[in-house]
């Protein structure tokens, strides 16, 4: 089913805005329920009107700003407020009733899917993988414009066992390239975060015994310097010499990016190289059948793979309390699914479109949510 009108893409080159509180509208949904109508991916049959708040993951940030300005172009009547506290918060003012949808980098847990489950009355919960880019290795090295590291080099930085720039372990993957004698400050995230436990799970599967530590969304090691946020972990790499962390890569901006081992060769995070990733990985089972979360094959040694991806999620309801809501809210992730949506979020952020086999499952839970 194409999600396409021609006042969509027409609108996918309007100047992105500073802001995630923007006036939005997207495709009409027809009947009482909402989003279980044809008529959420054909649009324009319908004004809709109201408001749609969601929380959660800061690495989403740019890409919620070309949804949202995407959206905005179809009907006036919507406004989308999204407020990037961080996966952990997002997941949490979700599963409490604070916001309508949640973006997250991680999938919910057993736990979280059960206060979710009740939450939504004792519903169906989906999980759609929305947004996907690579989790960049970024740096602050002068001198230094490209840099390659294996797995068991990363986690040695990160679990603070390789300490300077010179290191052998380090020099090992850049032959040819003068590393300073200067002390590495890694940078992590202080608060509870997707983008850590991405980070992590990659360290764990790929890194052996180089990285000891279970993947979770709080950083296991104590020491280094912690920032809040994907902002605050590239302003601290930013801010100091000899400095490195982890971000989404549409983060980067200007600092180094470096290319990560994979089998035989070192690869660049690129969109392309983080969905071949998520195109080898398998759906996790024992889910409902609108989950469609992600086991991600993190010890990929295919060429061309970039394994340190994010696969960000949006989290809601099926079965909404309020009919309004419920068609509010299948219109706007109609839109974000469609190849024009995942398409203003690539202009915006980078990110990897998803696959068309993705773009099914994700129709067929948006055609699903209804009010109860």
Known sequence: MKLSTTSRAAVLS????????????????EGSGGGGSTTSSTGGATELSGALDGAGASSQQAAMQGWTAGYSGVQPGVTVNYDPVGSGGGREQFVSGGVDFAGSDAALDEEELTAAAERCGGGEVFELPNYISPIAVVYNLEGVDELN?????????????????????????????????????????????????????????????????????????????????????????????????????????????????????????????????????????????????????????ESGSYPIVLVSYHIGCITYDDAEKAGLVADFMGYVISEEGQQAAAEAAGSAPISDALRQQAQTAVDAITAG
């Open 14 to 29: 309007t100047a992105l805005a500073g802001t995630l509180a923007l006036t939005a509208c997207g495709a009409a949904n």
């Open 149 to 301: 590291l294996s797995p068991q080099v990363i986690a040695g930085i990160f679990n603070q066992q390789i300490t300077d720039w010179n290191d052998p372990a380090i020099a090992a993957d850049n032959p040819g390239v003068t590393l300073p004698d200067l002390a590495i400050t890694p940078v992590n995230r202080s608060d509870e975060s997707g983008t850590t436990e991405n980070f992590t799970e990659y360290l764990a599967a790929a890194a052996g015994e180089a990285w000891p530590h279970e993947p979770d969304g709080n950083w296991p090691v104590a020491g280094g310097e912690a920032a809040q946020g994907t902002s605050g972990v590239i302003s601290a790499v930013s801010g100091g010499n000899g400095t490195i962390g982890y971000a989404d890569e549409s983060q980067a901006g200007e600092l180094g990016v470096a290319n990560v081992g994979v089998g035989e060769e070192f690869v660049a995070p690129t969109p392309e190289a983080a969905a071949a990733v998520v195109e080898n990985s398998e759906r996790v089972q024992g889910r409902g059948q609108y989950d469609v979360a992600i086991e991600l094959a993190r010890d990929t040694t």
